[in-house]
């Protein structure tokens, strides 16, 4: 337990930031054809009118090359901790001008984004890298996002535990009849055994119940760890939730600890990428 | 006060906050504080036991010229490049993803009409409610966008109805868990609109 709260976690946040920012970026892009749709009041009645966002929504083209190129300069780490800042204040609008196509992850991002903005991710991968001591507000913003992941874990596996369909076990053979293609996809023969759909459907209880306290002790970390990348992996393939999946992948990287990485990522990209050696 | 334990005191308290009204405050109190902390993520999967449909019936002059139906639109749409499959959620989301809000609308008027002797007010909620008229009058906008990507048709109306069909679970076929089912399969919205071309 003690291991797990003291461990330095300084490699990972200047990853997740250029991750993230790609994922935010690539978003973003995706979105810009869409715009004559979405901030058309003609096309979209579902649309705030009023305030802030019915401005933004009449200045989508500024506001999506000012957001995008915001993105760029969090991905090459120019401005630090305020573009951070800028990057969770634009992530925020952004949600509030596509509301109807809001996924979890943006709910979780939003959260995530607000305490990364106070955390040093400027150290490896920047442009502007911060040098000296690792500051003690850092350490507090990735504790943060830690126990941000565990939030949602716990939550989760409570919200699954107290719902009708989820203690019936029928609630997975419900998720995935929500996607078209299913029918003609290789889970319809396994979801429609009603063993195999009520064992998923209580092993998923089981596994979001049992996440923290299996991150937490070192012996089983990697294990729930992986577990949980499989089931987001067969998630993003099956239901196409792209952008939901990978935010969520990209959070377990603040579970492992500068030691655990540098043991999983190869001695020669440390040495290119990271001006350190594994001998730290 | 040593400002690292200040530091830790104040982070301790927000995240022994953070997870109290998670796990102990009421859904009101949570919702007041939704959009300052993160209070709760129930991720609501099934998010519907019941799917959806939307038929447009295009018409001129009183004759029937096309008949769509949403879903093999937005199939279509996946059909498209990866690339654009960005275009095709948008329109699913906008054009589809509220319709278990306009069901669940009328399941209640219908439950509260049938089992608890009230007046159905579901009529009425669809020219009232701000949340349903937003959800109806994106029905009514799909045509126009399906007639600006289609200009070979020329349509002065459409007729839009929007169904409803409870998955049934192979497993136990009877299954009858809640009121949904008992409704069944059925057009439960319709409404129309004139078109300017």
């Keep these: 337990m003690k291991e797990f709260w003291s461990a330095d976690r300084t490699i990972y946040p200047s990853v997740f930031r250029i991750l ?18 979405l901030f058309n009041t003609g096309l979209n009645s579902l649309l705030s009118e009023s305030g802030l966002i019915k401005f933004l929504a009449a200045n989508s083209s500024v506001f999506f090359s000012v957001y995008g190129l915001i993105l760029i300069a969090f991905i090459l780490g120019f401005g630090r901790n305020f573009t951070a800042f800028l990057v969770f204040c634009f992530h925020f609008f952004m949600m509030e001008l596509t509301q109807p196509l809001l996924t979890w992850g943006d709910i979780i991002l939003k959260f995530s984004l607000l305490y990364f903005a106070f955390a040093d991710s400027f150290r490896y991968l920047s442009l502007q890298k911060t040098k000296g001591k690792y500051h003690y507000v850092s350490k507090l913003a990735v504790c943060s996002i830690v126990l941000h992941i565990f939030l949602v874990y716990l939550n ?24 078209p293609s299913f029918e003609s996809s290789i889970w319809y023969p396994l979801i429609s055994n009603e063993y195999l759909s009520k064992s998923i459907n209580y092993f998923i209880i089981l596994q979001q119940l049992s996440f923290v306290p299996f991150v937490i002790w070192k012996k089983t970390r990697y294990f729930a760890i992986l577990l949980s990348l499989i089931i987001h992996f067969t998630m993003m393939y099956e239901f196409g939730l792209w952008k939901f999946e990978i935010i969520v992948m990209l959070h377990y990287g603040f579970l492992l600890n500068d030691k655990e990485w540098m043991r999983i990522i ?12 594994k001998s730290k | 006060m040593n400002p690292k334990r200040l530091l830790f005191t104040l982070f301790l308290l927000y995240w022994a906050g953070v997870y109290g009204v998670t796990f102990f405050a009421g859904d009101n109190l949570k919702s007041s504080f939704r959009d300052t902390i993160p209070t709760g993520y129930r991720m609501f999967a099934p998010v519907t036991d019941t799917n959806y ?25 996946y059909d498209k490049p990866f690339y654009q499959n960005k275009s095709a959620y948008v329109k699913e989301k906008l054009y589809s993803g509220s319709l278990k809000i306009l069901d669940f609308r009328y399941q209640k ?20 409610s701000k949340e349903l008229m937003g959800i109806i009058d994106n029905l009514k906008n799909f045509p126009k966008l399906y007639l600006a990507e289609n200009p070979e048709i020329f349509a002065d109306s459409v007729w839009i109805s929007a169904s409803r069909k ?3 679970l192979p497993f136990d076929s009877l299954y009858k868990g809640d009121f949904t089912y008992r409704i069944g399969n059925k057009i439960f919205f319709t409404t129309t609109q004139k078109l300017n071309q």
């Design chain 2, 109 to 128: 008027s219908l439950y509260d009409e049938v089992y608890r002797n009230k007046k159905n007010d579901f009529d009425s909620l669809t020219v009232s």
């Design chain 2, 53 to 77: 449909d939307v038929s447009y019936e295009f018409f001129r002059d009183g004759e029937l010229i096309r008949e769509i139906k949403f879903s093999e639109y937005i199939h279509k749409e």
């Design chain 1, 156 to 179: 989760n596996a409570y919200f699954k535990m107290t719902d009708k369909d989820w203690q019936q076990g029928i609630a997975v053979f419900y998720s995935f009849s929500q996607y």
């Design chain 2, 166 to 168: 409870p998955m049934i």
């Design chain 1, 266 to 277: 190869p001695a020669k990209i440390w040495a290119n990428w990271f001006s350190l050696s």
């Design chain 1, 20 to 37: 993230i920012g790609l994922v935010l970026l690539v978003d973003l892009i995706s979105t810009v054809p869409s715009a004559g749709i």
